[in-house]
């Protein structure tokens, strides 16, 4: 279990095979904690995650993957979008690398999100 989860999230995922290629939805409801990169985050990093600009942690055995969307981010209540500074339909998420951290009793899995704006106006 996450110790400090700050957010609940959804994504979703094309299907192996899927005809028309559209991302449906595989995960929901998600406890994890995000934050923004900092500059200790990229020491060692290949470049698809230096280029991101979150980290979300997850439990290990959640089965996200790298090419899922993210496509809902909110606040624990369920209802406030997070980061709070734009509107959801605003952002889209993508996860860009994984890594599972040593195993212990606090393992995680650590997904590199990169935040695209998809329309309107933001404030990052």
Not at 33 to 55: D, F, R, S, W
Not at 104 to 112: A, E, F, G, I, K
Request: charged share 10%; with cysteine.
């Amino acid at each position: 279990m996450i110790t400090l989860p700050n957010v609940r999230f959804s994504t979703a995922r094309i299907p192996t095979g899927s005809p028309n290629g559209l991302p449906v939805l595989y995960l929901y409801d998600q406890l994890g904690a995000i934050e923004q990169m900092h500059g200790n985050h990229q020491m060692v990093l290949p470049q698809a995650a230096v280029k991101c600009t979150y980290i979300l942690s997850v439990e290990a055995n959640c089965d996200i993957a790298v090419g899922d969307q993210v496509v809902s981010v909110t606040a624990l209540d369920r209802v406030t979008p997070w980061p709070n500074d734009v509107t959801a339909t605003t952002n889209a998420w993508w996860v860009r690398y994984l890594i599972v951290g040593s195993p212990s009793s606090l393992t995680y899995r650590y997904c590199y999100l990169d935040r695209v704006q998809t329309t309107g106006a933001t404030h990052l």
